[in-house]
């Protein structure tokens, strides 16, 4: 739960504690993390600016950095229309961000389950005529999701975060482990990040609580693929090799949402639909034709998945002075067959889940926060709680506890099950 208010930095000094041994634990332990953000965009101002971003210094590891920017644009005000110029979280399907989706905006991906989300880079054209609503993006150029991070460092892949399926290090060749050596190939960031997007969203309102709205979006996927060759060196470095190749594959993204507030009490609706698989005019040829690349041995798959997806989901959202209560559900509505022991793509979070969540107002300066997610068809049960204190607008202090059960193996948390972790935090304002 970020303290952070507007126009104002924010510096916490955050410890975690394992409960468990995790399959992955990386050097970093304990860290610094600065936040910032901006005012808020004056609705009055012709022209304004909105930002806010993280920066992260771990200190085991080097005293590496770690950094986020979650929004960052330029905001213009026409007689009767607004554009917006920047990094911009999306407001089109807002159900995606409980159940960190990333297939709109991106996911910050400082820990396993934060839901914090990060925007999409272009230019957004806003325009309202009577009871319509309509947003136009149009961008090339992409930034993709950074966080968590990996790097490769003598042949091992190793990451900042603790919450980070890694490939394997070994494979198995005539009944004997053989280490795996990995590598980027070269490539062109110019390659990267010039990528087109175009997205549009139109939303009516019958009247001041309630309305439809529906939304279409090409635009590549926040995390880059890594798809790669491989050899065996039996020669020189007695090792499979294991080149990677940083890749962009574009998606289709549908959706289609009702809401309506009764009171205090905030519903709210909708299908989404995405296809990985879409094109639109000419990509860079580059990555057209090398994103699909697969590799076949007998000592080494790779096979990437570009499976298409479509949920149903739900929320609703009672606001009161003292309590916040919250209640989502999301449906899997597609056949998924992609397993989760393939490091180059992943199977689906959720495919049948309740969530609900309360948080207790005390006073100005306490609260407590739960939550909890299962999921009817893997078993999945994940459990966050955390006590923050605030301390005159000054200090702020919390703790912290994470709980994941997932009992199948061919779940999306399996590869996490012994990631529980108690985390504490102090941090002041300035």
């Known amino acids: 739960m970020n303290p952070l208010r507007a126009h104002e930095g924010f510096v916490t000094y955050e410890k975690y504690y394992r409960l468990n041994k995790p399959l992955y634990r990386s050097n970093s332990g304990d860290l610094l993390n600065f936040s910032y953000e901006t005012a808020p965009i004056d609705p009055k101002r012709e022209i304004d ?14 005293n590496a950095l770690n950094y986020s920017l979650q929004e960052g644009y330029l905001h213009y005000k026409g007689y009767s229309y607004q554009v917006d110029v920047g990094r911009k979280i999306l407001d089109w399907n807002q159900n995606e961000k409980y159940w960190s989706l990333g297939y709109l905006n991106a996911l910050q991906g400082f820990t396993l389950l934060s839901t914090e989300e990060e925007g999409v880079t272009g230019a957004i054209f806003s325009k309202e005529i009577g009871p319509f609503e309509f947003d136009v993006l149009l961008s090339y150029l ?3 999701q950074i966080n968590p991070s990996i790097d490769i460092k003598n042949g091992e892949v190793k990451s900042k975060s603790d919450w980070v399926r890694l490939p394997p290090k070994k494979t198995v060749i005539n009944g004997t482990e053989v280490p795996i050596y990995y590598k980027i190939s070269d490539y062109k960031v110019s390659n990267i990040v010039l990528q087109k997007s175009l997205g549009g969203n139109i939303r009516y309102k019958w009247n001041e609580k309630g309305g439809i709205s529906a939304f279409a979006i090409y635009k590549p996927e926040n995390k880059l693929r890594a798809n790669a060759s491989a050899y ?7 090792k499979v090799v294991v080149e990677a190749d940083p890749t962009v594959n574009h998606h289709a993204y549908y959706g289609l949402q009702v809401f309506q507030a009764f009171g205090d009490l905030h519903t709210r609706g909708g299908l989404s639909y995405v296809d990985p698989n879409a094109r639109l005019g000419k990509d860079i040829p580059l990555y057209s034709s090398e994103s699909r690349k697969t590799f076949t041995s007998d000592f080494f798959t790779i096979n990437p998945r570009y499976e298409k997806e479509a949920y149903a989901h739900m929320s609703a959202n009672l606001d009161r002075k003292s309590y916040l209560l919250s209640l989502n559900y999301i449906h899997l509505l597609s056949k998924n067959v992609r397993a989760s022991d393939d490091f180059f793509s992943d199977t689906v979070k959720w495919k049948r889940a309740l969530g609900g ?3 207790f107002i005390f006073n100005d300066s306490f609260k407590f926060a739960f939550d909890l997610k299962y999921d009817f068809a893997r078993f999945d049960n994940i459990v966050k709680s955390e006590i923050t204190y605030n301390f005159r607008n000054q200090v702020h202090v919390s703790l912290g506890l994470e709980v994941l059960k997932a009992p199948q193996d061919t779940s999306y ?4 099950r012994a990631d529980d972790i108690l985390y504490s935090s102090i941090g002041v304002f300035f």
Not at 232 to 238: A, E, G, S, T
Request: cysteine-free; glycine content about 6%.
């Open 357 to 359: 969540g309360v948080t």
């Open 49 to 62: 600016f909105f930002a806010t971003g993280d920066l992260r210094l771990y200190f085991q590891d080097n």
């Open 142 to 144: 992409f930034i993709p």
């Open 413 to 416: 948390w399996s590869y996490y």
């Open 232 to 238: 065996y060196d039996n020669i020189v470095l007695n």
